[in-house]
């Protein structure tokens, strides 16, 4: 009787192994199934970073607005009969101005 009680044990761990260490296993399920989600997250920050990106994209083919915009912000450009105003914020550590 011991013997087959341990033969059914022994058949048991044989068919259980594919389940829990083989190549389908519950952990390499676990792992992909983190992958996926992981996936998921970049993929959906990717779709927004897409969405904001065509708006830019649409805006600039659209209207010049923004295309003025960039040029005042990025290149610095004014426009013709415009005067420029650089105002300059005067640093706390600076020493005064010598008289």
């Known amino acids: 009787m011991k013997l087959l009680t341990l033969a059914l044990l ?9 389940l829990w260490l083989g190549k389908g296993s519950w952990l390499r399920v676990w792992e992909v199934d983190q992958q996926v989600r992981a996936q998921r997250d970049t993929n959906q920050k990717m779709t927004l970073r897409n969405a904001a990106l065509d708006a830019e994209v ?19 450009m004014i426009k013709r009969d415009e005067i420029f105003f650089q105002v300059l914020d005067n640093p706390r550590n600076s020493a005064p101005p010598a008289r």
Request: charged residues 30%; hydrophobic residues 40%.
């Open 10 to 18: 022994g058949l048991i761990v044989l068919l259980q192994h594919p």
């Open 58 to 76: 649409r805006d600039l083919k659209q209207g010049f607005d923004a295309i003025e915009e960039r040029a005042r912000s990025e290149l610095g």
